[in-house]
């Protein structure tokens, strides 16, 4: 029986060898076969773009009228050319992210759901034109509300036939969205109880927040031990004399660089003194610590000058960013020497060892500068892990030798009949493919500049190629990959990498609207594609130098009804359609081969926390086959009253190493407040800096104060739910902001999201448990709090965001609108980060950095608008009073 059982597994074997070098032999054949034509990249055309006379207006009219189910809104069509638009031959297109349910008038236009979130409107029988300076109403009823002017629709280009067989194609670009003021305007249905964010909302809170005295922390993120000699300083006015470590050597220039940059004179030594202007970076003697260690000491005084001693590079990087930011505010604006140091001692080590910071750059691309800004800024405070959502449904932003429909196809977004050139158009991409921020992606050389410069600056890198769900982009790229090769008279090759069954007929729909965005599970192909990008990404990190710390499949969002009516899985089981245990089975399957896979490219599989539970007797349990550290989840969907708060400790005291990305207080993208005219979702309710400070990671339950609509929680409300046990704390990796990228479209829309949530979440990766995190009380926990928040918000204000104003080029935070009202006849405005500037007119006009700066209450007899101002002159939107 062995010498048999051997026998078996020696020919499955060879087969299992035969078959890796058929493969290989085919990848070759399809590079060869693909390098002529493959395209340079989307910007290497310019396509003709001609913008429609048509305009449009958007005007949300009632939230209210059908409770939580629907509401209604305008949507105007302006024919603002000297030609009428005919009563039939054209189609509008736009990105909605709601269904639309009903359109009125019904007998004149239509309006249809293609896929995700990809509408058409098209002229009924009813429509008879519309003349040249005419306009003409719609009324859209959708699903659910409309609050935000993130909500709107998006992306409207209308297509003509010519009547030949011909198409012209062009963009709207004249789009107004309307005010939204009125409670049907601003109220999601009856039972909203959040307030909407008016200026005096707004200095309520802010005076709420900021009641207790506002001593700010002398270092963000807070060290774990720090003593400031209040009675001393260090000044420095002649050049640094630099002397550092060999091993230091990275960390000494990268130190040298920025103070150079700064306008501070540096020289490098070769050997450490005891002067004021000396800066040492040293090995820590006897520390008995690992050489992995994240820790640093760092002290000053006026006879030594600067000391920072660390047991590695890591711990030796965060004592030099300690460094920089004691560093005074005018010598990041353009004080030169003397430089001003507060005598301190410092020893610290961070809180959790995963700092992560996620950017989706498939929904909407960030340029390789804009990562790089962002890795910077990372550093900056102390995170070490960037999280990169390389592929979704609306686009694949890798260059992967062998496939290259995956950025040809996968990595554009324009108007296509077919989807063999570049995926439909999505968030308002529009029309043309060659010039939109929905098309773009990372050359390999650019990634692995990517990977040696956040590995320069101690960061690493977590790849994610969502799937099976969320795989759209994967999938219609390796179908027009299996045409151009039938074409070629090559099928066979063609289908060597495709994802989806021709012959199934499963229907669904994902939570974003897709109907075709899942990986088929029952085709080995489906596993030759995985292994094939596993294997490129792992060598593109090899290639740099690193080690690929994990491969996230993402694993998230897979909709029901996937892989029932395939005939590649229906074979399988021997039946016409699956049933929802054998489709848990074949998810379950895939799951195990996927991870199997990465394995085999020496590292571990990490996705979101769908991976790490399985449905069983109709409900969600812990996955046991993945605990010990063989995968990594990420914890995302802890929306208060869902019944998910506790997934994550769960699966910690499961033995599963936890992430955590949870929605209610992690999530970026979310808006900061309540506002129509904050950027951003608000599914899981509103996230501004504050959330993410307040986070308390081991108790999550310590950071619920009210749902997404405004109804206060409870302690008590959470009695029943799973707690972290005492002897699985190790298990909390740590945690992680989530910057999703549907409402990214330019740098400037990254950055406003992102900061300053960072420092916020910074805070809560690197420094210790706050008190005010242990009190039981509620009400004793809210007082700790605001008295840690005053501080925080104090030293943000004061120091941080006007370093980021100004260092690295400047960051384009958001700039927090100020609070205000009129009481009595007197003007009194706030911040929610005291030490901006707030400027106001009170004759109609806009305020500039002329206006007149708020310091104390003004007397005013009508209208007043104020705005908020950085030192660089960068304004928040106005706020106005009457």
Request: charge should be negative; include cysteine; charged fraction near 20%.
């Amino acid at each position: 029986m062995t010498y048999r059982g051997n026998q078996t597994r020696l020919k499955r074997l060879s087969l299992c060898v035969a078959m890796l070098a058929a493969m290989q032999a085919q990848n070759a054949m399809a590079e060869t076969l693909h390098a002529a034509a493959a395209p340079t990249g989307f910007d290497a055309r310019q396509s003709a773009q001609t913008v429609s006379e048509l305009g449009v207006t958007w005007q949300v009219t009632d939230n209210l009228q059908d409770s939580y189910n629907s509401f209604l809104a305008d949507l105007t069509i302006h024919n603002r050319g000297a030609a009428d638009l005919e009563a039939s031959g054209w189609t509008i297109y736009f990105n909605f992210v709601r269904d639309v349910l009903a359109v009125t008038p019904s007998d004149q236009f239509n309006v249809e759901h293609i896929n995700g979130d990809f509408f058409k409107l098209t002229p009924a029988a009813g429509f008879t034109g519309l003349k040249a300076g005419e306009s003409l109403k719609i009324q859209l009823k959708a699903s659910f509300w409309a609050i935000s002017k993130s909500d709107a629709p998006a992306g409207f280009y209308i297509v003509k036939n010519d009547g030949a067989g011909g198409q012209s194609v062009e963009a709207i670009t004249d789009v107004t969205l309307g005010a939204q003021t009125t409670p049907e305007q601003t109220q999601r249905f009856d039972g909203d109880n959040m307030p909407l964010d008016t200026a005096e909302v707004r200095f309520e809170r802010n005076r709420q927040y900021l009641a207790a005295a506002q001593t700010g922390p002398a270092l963000l993120p807070t060290p774990a031990s720090m003593t400031v000699n209040e009675a001393e300083s260090l000044t420095v006015a002649e050049p640094f004399k630099l002397y550092f470590d060999r091993r230091f050597m990275r960390e000494g220039r990268y130190l040298q660089s920025q103070l150079q940059a700064l306008g501070v004179p540096v020289e490098v030594v070769r050997r450490c003194a005891d002067a004021a202007n000396a800066i040492c970076l040293q090995g820590a003697q006897n520390s008995g610590r690992a050489g992995s260690d994240e820790s640093y000491q760092l002290s000053t005084s006026a006879a030594s000058g600067v000391r920072i001693a660390a047991d590695s590079p890591t711990g030796m990087f965060y004592g030099v960013q300690s460094l920089l930011g004691l560093i005074p505010l005018d010598t990041y604006q353009g004080g030169g020497l003397p430089v001003r140091l507060p005598v301190v001692e410092i020893s610290d080590a961070p809180r959790f060892s995963y700092r992560g910071m996620h950017l989706d750059v498939a929904r909407h691309f960030s340029q390789p500068e804009s990562v790089k800004k962002l890795i910077d800024v990372m550093a900056l405070y102390k995170l070490n892990k960037l999280h990169l959502h390389l592929s979704d449904d609306e686009g694949w932003r890798l260059e992967i030798p062998g496939l290259p429909e995956l950025t040809s196809v996968g990595g554009k977004r324009g108007h296509s009949e077919n989807e063999l050139d570049n995926l439909v158009p999505s968030f308002g991409s529009g029309p043309f493919a060659d010039s939109n921020n929905g098309s773009g992606y990372f050359s390999r050389r650019q990634y692995i500049e990517l990977l040696r410069y956040a590995a320069e600056r101690h960061i690493e890198v977590v790849p994610e190629f969502d799937l099976p769900g969320h795989a759209r982009a994967a999938i219609k790229s390796m179908e027009a990959r299996a045409k151009h090769f039938a074409e070629a008279g090559k099928p066979y090759q063609g289908r060597n990498f495709l994802l989806s069954d021709p012959e199934d007929k499963s229907e669904y729909k994902s939570v974003q609207g897709w109907k075709d965005n899942v990986i088929n599970p029952c085709m080995p192909t489906t596993y030759f594609f995985i292994d094939k990008v596993v294997g490129e990404v792992s060598r593109m990190y090899r290639q740099a130098g690193l080690r690929m710390p994990a491969f996230h499949v993402g694993a998230d969002e897979v909709p029901a009804g996937v892989w029932k009516k395939s005939p590649a899985c229906t074979r399988m089981f021997g039946s016409e359609e699956l049933s929802a245990d054998e489709v848990e089975t074949l998810n379950r399957f895939f799951n195990a081969t996927v991870t199997g896979i990465v394995a085999a490219h020496g590292t571990k599989i990490a996705g979101w926390e769908e991976l790490a539970f399985m449905h069983e007797d109709g409900g969600k349990v812990v996955n046991p086959h993945f605990v010990g550290g063989i995968m990594i989840p990420y914890v995302w969907n802890n929306v208060w009253g869902w019944g998910t708060e506790d997934n994550a400790y769960k699966l910690a005291n499961a033995g599963y190493p936890v992430v955590l990305a949870n929605a209610t207080n992690l999530y970026f993208d979310l808006a900061y407040q309540k506002a129509p005219e904050e950027p951003g979702y608000y599914w899981a309710g509103f996230v501004d800096t504050r959330r993410v400070y307040e986070f308390t990671p081991m108790d999550v339950f310590k950071a619920a104060w009210v749902d997404r609509m405004g109804n206060p929680l409870t302690d008590d409300m959470w009695n029943d739910r799973t707690r972290l046990a005492a002897d699985k704390q190790d298990m909390i990796l740590g945690v992680q902001g989530e910057l999703w990228s549907e409402n990214v479209k330019t740098e400037s829309d990254l950055f406003y999201l992102a900061l300053p949530k960072l420092l916020g979440l910074a805070e809560r990766a690197w420094s210790p448990q706050p008190d005010w995190a242990n009190e039981a009380d509620q009400a004793q926990r809210l007082s700790g709090l605001n008295q840690a928040w005053s501080g925080f918000a104090a030293r943000v204000g004061a120091y941080d965001l006007k370093r980021l104003d100004s260092w690295n080029g400047g960051y384009d935070f958001r700039v927090p609108p100020p609070g205000a009202r009129v009481a009595d006849g007197m003007l009194e405005a706030n911040l929610s980060f005291p030490g901006l500037e707030i400027r106001y007119t009170l004759d109609g006009s806009e305020p500039t950095t002329e206006s007149p700066l708020y310091d104390g209450p003004v007397a005013v007899s009508g209208g007043v608008k104020l705005k908020t101002f950085t030192p660089s002159g960068r304004a928040s939107r106005t706020v106005e009073l009457n």
